[in-house]
């Protein structure tokens, strides 16, 4: 059932990266479809740029990068009639242990309030490691999204085992499977060339030599298909960071290799949902991207060169029917999805479907709020629960074990403009890009030392 109100309903998103910007963005306008969307970009190394925001396409009523310490002071303020309307839904779009200590920060903030908004969260894409670990430190929220009936299934089986109460589960859909159904006649007609669109990963694989191999095997599939269009799909530019880090860029090793570059073969940024209107391929080791693909029915492959490993992430896509090897994609060979796999993804299901029961249930916890109001915010790990892990979770963000701030860490109204927001934005930039060149540049160095 849709959410009614009488007016729209102000969302809240916090996000730490540009896919989760992306993720949590896309999400409120899913599940709070006349909403306004006010979004807090935390700052960190991952904080995205503007042309990664602009790339992406996930727009908000306002935007605004914060501290931990200030985003708390804001959500606080706000729900105290403090004079600054309240939001009715927050959705924390956050690497897990970011989310854990906002739940401590936001369940202090609002220990006096009378009316809290409802808060959300979930994963930005295919959960294939670290399940029991993000998943607990997701705990506590009102809704957690789960992203298929599988990922439901999986994450209630988890909070059941440890006595964590499971309730807050909700399946729904990845927000970004969406865009307009493939269509081959194009390519066929000859109206356009057929086009391979390889999507590549920050992070997998890690090692120069296996990223190597898969750059020198697409260019040699443009090589063999002449009238093909072979393009790499970048994720960012060397001088930007997304969720994950990216070492040895892909843009690096395709500088060096420029001369054995095909004329068919080229490098690409771009929102992938228009990537994908022109795709008639889609190749990938483990991106979220086969996904999208495969909503539309594009042929997708997932590449099984490398192996079939947990390091890799490929191994999420075991029963899906989509692997294959460049050997075979050379000799022609197309694989085709499973059915049942592609269901219990929820592949292929109108989003009106997907979010129905999230809409409902947001609906309901509204309802509450409005009457009776919302419980306060218990998360699963307490400093009696987990008295040797939490509090230094809890201190990476600059709280302490009871989710105050500390010392060094108070809220100095950073989401106001001002020549000291300026000055600290500055700053930002320039420690990013410190750090990114420490990531990039000297850490491989230093590694290749080791190594002699």
Not at 279 to 292: G, H, K, N, P, Q
Not at 347 to 372: K, N, V
Request: charged share 25%; hydrophobic share 40%.
């Amino acid at each position: 059932m849709p959410v009614s109100s009488p007016t729209p309903l102000r969302v809240a998103v916090l996000a730490d990266s540009d896919t989760r910007w992306k993720w949590g963005a896309l999400t409120a306008r899913r599940i709070a479809p006349e909403s306004t969307v006010h979004g807090y970009l935390l700052w960190g190394r991952a904080t995205p740029t503007e042309r990664q925001l602009e790339e992406i396409g996930a727009d908000a009523d306002e935007l605004s990068e914060v501290s931990a310490a200030d985003f708390l002071a804001e959500l606080g303020e706000r729900a105290h009639d403090g004079g600054r309307e309240p939001f009715d839904v927050l959705v924390l779009a956050c690497v897990g242990g970011t989310i854990q200590a906002m739940l401590h920060g936001l369940a202090r903030a609002w220990r006096t309030a009378d009316r809290r908004p409802v808060v959300v969260t979930g994963y930005v894409g295919v959960v294939y490691e670290k399940l029991p670990d993000g998943l607990l430190l997701r705990h506590g929220a009102d809704l957690i999204l789960a992203n298929s009936r599988y990922d439901a299934k999986r994450f209630r089986a988890v909070y059941d085992g440890v006595r964590a109460d499971s309730a807050a589960v909700t399946e729904c859909a990845l927000p970004f499977l969406d865009g307009r159904p493939y269509d081959p006649e194009p390519a066929r007609r000859g109206e356009r060339p057929f086009r391979v669109v390889f999507a590549v990963q920050p992070s997998v694989p890690a090692s120069r030599k296996d990223r190597s191999y898969l750059l020198d095997r697409a260019m040699e599939h443009a090589r063999r298909f002449p009238d093909r269009e072979v393009i790499l799909k970048l994720r960012s530019k060397p001088s930007e960071h997304t969720t994950h880090i990216e070492e040895l860029p892909y843009q690096r090793l395709a500088e060096r290799a420029k001369e054995e570059q095909p004329p068919n073969f080229r490098l690409a940024y771009g929102n992938m949902g228009e990537i994908l209107d022109e795709t008639d391929l889609l190749v990938t080791v483990s991106s979220t991207a086969a996904l999208e693909s495969l909503h539309r029915h594009i042929p997708t492959v997932v590449l099984s060169d490398l192996g079939i490993r947990e390091q890799l992430g490929n191994h999420y896509f075991i029963g899906s029917g989509c692997f294959a090897s460049w050997d075979e994609l050379d000799a022609g060979y197309l694989p085709r999805p499973e059915p049942e796999w592609l269901a219990e993804q929820g592949i292929a299901t109108p989003h009106e479907h997907s979010f129905a029961t999230a809409r409902g249930r947001l609906a309901g916890l509204l309802d509450q709020r409005s009457q009776a109001g919302l419980l306060p915010l218990a998360p699963y790990y307490t400093v009696r629960t987990a008295p040797g892990y939490l509090p230094g979770v809890l201190a990476r963000h600059g709280l302490d074990a009871k989710g105050e701030p500390k010392e060094g860490h108070q809220a100095t109204g950073g989401t106001q403009a001002g020549m000291r927001a300026a000055s600290r934005r500055l700053l930002r930039r320039t420690a990013r890009g410190a750090y990114r060149a420490g990531v990039q540049r000297v850490a491989p160095l230093i590694r290749r030392w080791g190594q002699l």
